[in-house]
Nanobody, 118 residues
Framework: QVQLVESGGGSVQAGDSLRLSCTTS????????MGWFRQAPGKERELVAR???????YYADSVKGRFTISRDNRKKAVYLQMTSLKLEDTAVYYC????????????WGQGTQVTVSS
């Protein structure tokens, strides 16, 4: 079972930037597609960004141009650089690992809170 640990959340003001990190000790990390999800109160969890094991990226329209997902296979880490944060970005952010893109995600982190205020 892949263990994922997120960090980097916090409380910021609108327009600020924040960088989330997700690390693991999983030796086969480079084989996984990685995603960042978020869930705001009263809303369903949504995919924010995804990076394949081949470094192909996907972004939700709501964060395109503001968020950047990246990975460092040597450090077994995936990052989410968030800029120009908006109030509506407030949510718990989760990273997730996916071995087979035809199936669901295999492992999830515990989540990290991001709160954006005006």
């Amino acid at each position: 079972q892949v263990q994922l640990v997120e960090s980097g959340g916090g409380s910021v003001q609108a327009g600020d930037s924040l960088r989330l990190s997700c690390t693991t000790s999983e030796p086969t990390f480079s084989n996984y597609h990685m995603g960042w999800f978020r869930q705001a109160p009263g809303k369903e969890r949504e995919l924010v960004a995804r990076i394949s094991r081949g470094d192909i990226t996907y972004y939700a329209d709501s964060v395109k141009g503001r968020f950047t997902i990246s990975r460092d296979n040597r450090k077994k880490a995936v990052y989410l650089q968030m800029t120009s944060l908006k109030l509506e970005d407030t949510a718990v952010y989760y990273c997730a690992a996916q071995l087979d893109s035809r199936r669901g995600y295999d492992a999830w982190g515990q989540g990290t809170q991001v709160t954006v205020s005006s």
